[in-house]
């Protein structure tokens, strides 16, 4: 398939995956500010891997994989409901830890910024 086609597919899956998310109520996946951090579909649109980062951290993602993958028919038949696709992707999340990783790198560049700015007053 041609690599724009597929990056546009990524994109429709993981926006929709995302509206799917707020429609969920398993404790597991409500109870943590989610993130889909990026999805890849294969080129046979068979499978797709969908990256979850939570706020919380790492250990708060892998619960909540958990609870996507209860939730996985639930939210495989609203996804093909919402993309017009010949065939709905079998999904497979992933844990990802970059959104704690980011905000880690956050606080150390203004602890940095405030050592800088109380040596120079």
């Known amino acids: 398939m041609v690599g724009y086609r597929m990056d546009r597919v990524n994109e429709d899956v993981r926006r929709e995956l995302t509206a799917i998310l707020r429609t969920l109520k398993d404790p597991r996946v409500t109870g943590v500010l989610l993130s889909i951090v990026r999805v890849e579909v294969t080129n046979d ?3 797709a891997t969908v990256y979850v980062s939570a706020v919380e951290g790492l250990d708060a993602a892998k619960t909540a994989v958990r609870g996507l993958v ?3 028919g639930y939210i495989r038949r609203e996804l093909g409901a919402a993309l017009k696709l010949r065939h ?12 704690e990783y980011s905000a880690h790198i956050a606080r150390k560049i ?11 007053e």
């Open 110 to 120: 203004q602890a940095l910024e405030e050592k800088e700015g109380g040596t120079h």
């Open 45 to 47: 649109l068979s499978y």
């Open 70 to 72: 209860s939730a996985q």
């Open 88 to 99: 709905v992707p079998e999904l497979r999340f992933i844990a990802d830890g970059s959104i």
